[in-house]
Every structure is written in structure tokens, then in C-alpha cells.
């Protein structure tokens, strides 16, 4: 029992520190880009763009302005909180599920001739991954949890689908997405996982 309770405390120290990582990567980048004239933000999401695919992987480290940095990492740090609580696999996992559909989905329907940064599309995703993530394990706290962040984001999520100026409601929809497929993957393969567990438990006759 101890055992288990140390294995899960170490998980979660790891799942933050990889939150604290990627907040961290965030801002030196960001700190670069203001020093480069933000000329880093050229080598975001070019919409249809084959030789700038790459940007699916480098826009959620690149933003407009401290500010607009500033604006994603409350509710990223918010949000990473509660799924790092579950160590930092998942948290990785989650993440680059998010990012890559986001940004194909942008790099597929965003306007032709804009360039999309940022990590919003990874919030979103967060926070459809954690609204949905009970429904797929079958978890009464996590269906509870679901439950908080949607009457506490839910507002928030919806505004942002609305086109506005400036702001890529394509790369919010599709982090939405990709944040409801990462939790039905990520259920099924832990639901695979406690499966085979339980299959070699049982005594050879059984099997």
C-alpha cells in the first residue's frame, strides 16, 4: 500500500515538473522572440503550406506579445494541473495529441496568407480532454471534475469558436478535438492495460 501511494506521489511530482517544463520552455522562447523582433512567429502555422509543417510542432511556443503569453499560461497551468496530477506521461501524451490535430486542423481550414501562434488551441484541448475524460473512464471524480471545468471554462470555450479578428477559432476547435480524441485513446489503453493485468492474474485453467 505505502508502495503504491510513493509510486503515485512520484508520478505526480513528475507530471508537474513536465508542466513547469513546458511553461518554462514557453516563456525563454518567448523571450527570445521579443529580443528577434518576434521574428520567430514567422515559423508558425502557415495554412496549406508543405514547408511550413513544422509550425504545427513550434506555434503553441510562440505568441504575439508577453501579454498574449500571459493570457494562455493561467489557463494552461490551470488545466495542466489536474491532468499532471496523473503523471507525466499523460500529461505528454495529452499534449501532443492536442497540438497535432489543433494545428493540422488550422494548417487544413485557417485563411490563406495568415500565420496562426499560440498555445490556445492547447487549452481548449485541455479543457474538452478533462470535460470528456470521465465519460470515457467511467470515473465518478473525474465526471465530477468534467463537470467543474465545464461550468468554469464552459462560457470561455464557447465565445472563443465565435470568429473574431485576430484570434483562430479553428485552431480552438480543432484543440477541442484532439482533446476528446486523447481521452478516448487514452481510456481504451488503459482500459487494455487493466485488461491484460487481469488476464495473467488468473490461474491457468481460467485463462
Known sequence: ??????????????????????????WAVELVNALDSY?????G?????????????FAPFLHLSFSHLLGNTVP???????IALAGAGRLLL?????????GLG??????????????SGVVFGYATYLISRGLFDRRIG????????????GGALISDL??????????????????VIAAAVLARSARGRTSAAGATSLPASLR
Open 45 to 57: 502555422i502557415v495554412p496549406r503550406n508543405a514547408s511550413h509543417l513544422d509550425g504545427i510542432v
Open 142 to 153: 473525474e465526471v465530477v471534475l468534467g463537470i467543474i471545468v465545464l461550468l468554469l471554462f
Open 76 to 82: 494552461f497551468l490551470i488545466l495542466g494541473f489536474a
Open 39 to 43: 521574428r520567430l512567429d514567422h515559423d
Open 94 to 102: 495529452v499534449t501532443l495529441i492536442v497540438a497535432l490535430v489543433s
Open 106 to 119: 488550422v494548417w487544413l481550414t485557417a485563411p490563406s496568407g495568415t500565420v496562426t501562434v499560440g498555445a
Open 162 to 179: 465565435i470568429p473574431h479578428t485576430g484570434i483562430s477559432w479553428e485552431a480552438h476547435l480543432f484543440g477541442g478535438v484532439g482533446g
Open 1 to 26: 500500500m505505502k508502495d503504491r501511494v510513493r509510486e503515485r506521489y512520484v508520478a505526480q511530482v513528475d507530471g508537474l515538473r513536465a508542466l513547469g517544463a513546458l511553461v518554462a520552455i514557453m
